[in-house]
């Protein structure tokens, strides 16, 4: 099962729904906060993208449990334009919930 992190359009439950091909369990999305990046509008897009920058952070959410189906699913919506690597957010408890983010 793989874990992302998602900070821009795929926060919205219906952007989300369209791209997996289901509505995901309460239990399956995590509020998290990313140290270390920030998030800034794409240069002449509506979307948002992640770059370095100490002492900034990035509210988002992690979502567990997708299958390998779903990822190849999101893959296909962020198309060629991104990196997919792992960052470590952090819920509010303090723990660290390592997922895969397109950078």
Same mark, same amino acid.
């Given at each position: ?6 900070? *821009? ?22 509020? +998290?906060?990313? %140290?270390?990046?920030? #998030? ?5 897009? %509506?979307?948002? +993208?992640?770059? #370095?920058? /100490? *002492?900034?952070? @990035? /509210?988002?959410? +992690?979502?567990? !449990?997708?299958?390998?189906?779903? #990822? ?5 919506? /962020?198309?060629? !334009?991104?990196?997919? @690597?792992?960052? /470590?957010?952090?819920? !509010?408890? !303090?723990?660290?919930?390592? %997922?895969?983010?397109?950078?």
């Amino acid at each position: 099962m793989a874990r992302f992190f998602f900070y *821009g359009t795929l926060l919205d439950p219906d952007v989300r729904m369209a791209v997996i091909g289901r509505a995901l369990p309460t239990d399956a999305i995590v509020p +998290v906060r990313l %140290a270390g990046f920030r #998030a800034a509008r794409a240069q002449g897009r %509506a979307y948002p +993208v992640l770059s #370095a920058k /100490e *002492g900034a952070s @990035v /509210e988002g959410v +992690v979502v567990r !449990g997708l299958s390998m189906a779903e #990822a190849a699913r999101l893959f296909h919506y /962020e198309d060629d !334009g991104y990196d997919t @690597v792992t960052v /470590e957010p952090m819920r !509010g408890d !303090g723990r660290v919930m390592p %997922a895969w983010v397109f950078m």
